[in-house]
């Protein structure tokens, strides 16, 4: 975590550096399982897609600012197009004592907001037109809060450069289905064993998309819960922010289904997922309920409430 003023968080550097860990091991693991499948004749194939992930991996490191503003639609504006929210971010800024980012507004009902970034310095936080059409100061000041403390605790980076397991394998589950179309799997294509080489691949890859799927949920709901608490602790205004959790959450359900599905690449990175109702998509949602959030806000205010001992 950068030094800022913001409420450091132990159990969330340790996920970080966990999730990173496994993933790492689990991209080894896939590299040897693919070499093993393809055998002594090819066993180059596995060394370009282990080529392909690092270089994959790289570039979202690399582009996460410009590739998240482009899927949003958004663009960064000046201090003299948005004034105040320039102000409201350069005062949270100073308070906690860190760099201040690019700031970005994505023309969209949907009210939402996220930071993305590879570094604290290149880092760029974004609100759509329909959450500032919905919240007041405190509440838009508490949302931003929340952002900037996922840029201080650089989670953004992890999750970004993390999620490129899980690509890597939809790629191969994808490749290995057009070669179970095109006859892959026949003659040459067979391992010792008669098991075609693309069914192989197939379930190496479906293992390794669950596997990360399930790493990332879990490190994405704890920071999400660690950035609220940070938030709410700069601003000392805790129900302002779950104030604009209820808006945001409630507001999203009146977005069209159309809107919501072409947002919802961003998931990950949005302060409230881009998800309608309760469904099996709530269930493994890249964010804690509502509830969780609300419930960690109130003790929150409680502590906050009382007298110092």
């Known amino acids: 975590m950068a030094r800022t003023r913001f409420v450091g968080d132990a159990g969330l550097t340790a996920r970080m550096t966990t999730v990173m860990f496994l993933l790492g091991a689990i991209f080894v693991a896939l590299i040897v399982a693919l070499m093993f499948i393809f055998g002594r004749n090819s066993p180059g194939i596995a060394v370009i897609i282990g080529l392909v992930g690092i270089g994959i991996a790289w570039w979202q490191w690399y582009s996460s600012d410009t590739i998240a503003m482009k899927a949003m639609r958004a663009r960064e504006v000046t201090p003299q197009q948005a004034p105040e929210l320039h102000a409201m971010i350069d005062r949270l800024c100073a308070l906690a004592d860190m760099p201040k980012p690019r700031v970005g507004v994505a023309d969209t009902d949907m009210p939402n907001a996220f930071a993305t970034g590879r570094s604290p310095s290149r880092s760029v936080v974004v609100v759509t037109t329909g959450i500032l059409r919905r919240l ?174």
């Open 136 to 309: 007041d100061a405190e509440e838009l000041e508490g949302v931003l809060a929340h952002e900037l403390s996922h840029v201080a605790h650089r989670d953004v980076l992890v999750m970004t450069v993390a999620s490129s397991a899980g690509i890597i394998a939809g790629m191969l589950a994808r490749g290995s289905q057009y070669g179970a179309m095109f006859g892959g799997g026949r003659g040459r294509g067979n391992n010792n064993n008669g098991v075609p080489v693309w069914l192989l691949v197939l379930v190496v890859s479906l293992l390794v998309y669950a596997v990360s799927f399930i790493l990332l949920r879990l490190l994405s709901r704890y920071r999400e819960l660690s950035a609220d608490r940070a938030g709410a602790q700069l601003t000392m205004k805790p129900r302002a922010l779950a104030s604009a959790l209820q808006k945001i959450t409630g507001d999203i359900n009146a977005i069209p289904q159309r809107d919501l599905r072409q947002a919802q690449t961003m998931n990950a990175f949005f302060i409230a997922p881009a998800i309608r109702g309760v469904s099996l998509k709530t269930l493994t949602s890249t964010h804690p309920s509502l509830e969780q959030r609300l419930e960690q806000l109130a003790r929150i205010e409680a502590e906050l409430g009382r007298p110092a001992a």
